[in-house]
């Protein structure tokens, strides 16, 4: 065998090498003792390769990250459907504000006729009650509890009952202490720790951090149509003025 065939078949081996990816340290050396020509053959019929086969692609090989790891950015984004189940699971013990050791005021309502048809109602002996925690004008925290009436109406054949306008849905806190909250957090900066502690020891209404932030959800979610309004109002009219103060 010529030295030219023996230097080209050592070529085809440091080729086959480094598509395996087991170059040492050793044969980079003696590749690179074989000079310039069979260096830039091996490096372009290395790229070569890569390219035109499902072999890793160069991202795959990046010097700033270990090998076998992709680097955030590249990682696909999750498109699983599954979603996890909200909230705790079968038999953990509840986690619901607890209730004011006494009640200020009793309150009673009961709808005088069908809210959607207007008809009369079959009167029910199945009231329930409801107490809700907000601050007077004074800043007293009241407590009243209110027992709804649940009535039957012949006409939509169906249970109704008065809307406690008071407070926000499934809520034991009045709107005075919920957009006082949300003014302390989000108008003045001040923390959900810190929150807690204004309304625990200055206004004598103990709630928890989740307790805060699912009642500022539900504000949002009162809120949010008329904050998109506004931007549709102010999408369409003839003038726009941004206030840009560093």
């Not at 070569?48 to 990682?75: I, N, R, T």
């Not at 204004?198 to 307790?211: E, F, N």
Request: glycine share 6%; net charge positive.
């Amino acid at each position: 065998m010529s030295p030219r065939t023996a230097e080209a078949t050592r070529v085809d081996q440091f080729i086959h090498i480094v598509l395996k990816g087991g170059l040492s340290e050793e044969q980079a050396r003696e590749l690179y003792a074989l000079g310039p020509e069979a260096t830039t053959f091996v490096l372009l019929a290395v790229s070569a390769a890569y390219g035109m086969s499902a072999a890793p692609q160069a991202a795959d090989y990046h010097l700033s990250k270990p090998s076998g790891q992709k680097a955030p950015y590249e990682k696909p984004n999750k498109t699983s459907t599954k979603r996890k189940k909200p909230g705790a699971k079968i038999g953990h013990p509840g986690s619901r504000r607890s209730r004011p050791e006494s009640v200020d005021q009793h309150e009673t309502v009961r709808l005088p006729c069908c809210p959607d048809c207007g008809r009369k109602l079959n009167r029910c002996d199945r009231p329930r009650t409801r107490i809700i925690e907000d601050l007077l004008e004074d800043l007293r925290v009241n407590a009243t509890q209110y027992t709804i009436h649940r009535d039957y109406c012949p006409a939509c054949k169906k249970d109704v009952e008065p809307v406690v306008a008071e407070a926000m849905p499934n809520a034991s806190l009045g709107h005075r202490v919920v957009a006082s909250s949300c003014w302390f957090h989000y108008g003045l900066g001040v923390t959900v720790g810190q929150v807690m502690d204004i309304l625990a020891y200055h206004l004598k209404t103990r709630i928890t951090s989740g307790g805060l932030i699912n009642a500022w959800q539900r504000m949002a979610e009162v809120l949010t149509p008329w904050y998109e309004q506004i931007g549709e109002d102010a999408r369409h009219s003839s003038h726009l003025h941004a206030d840009e103060t560093g």
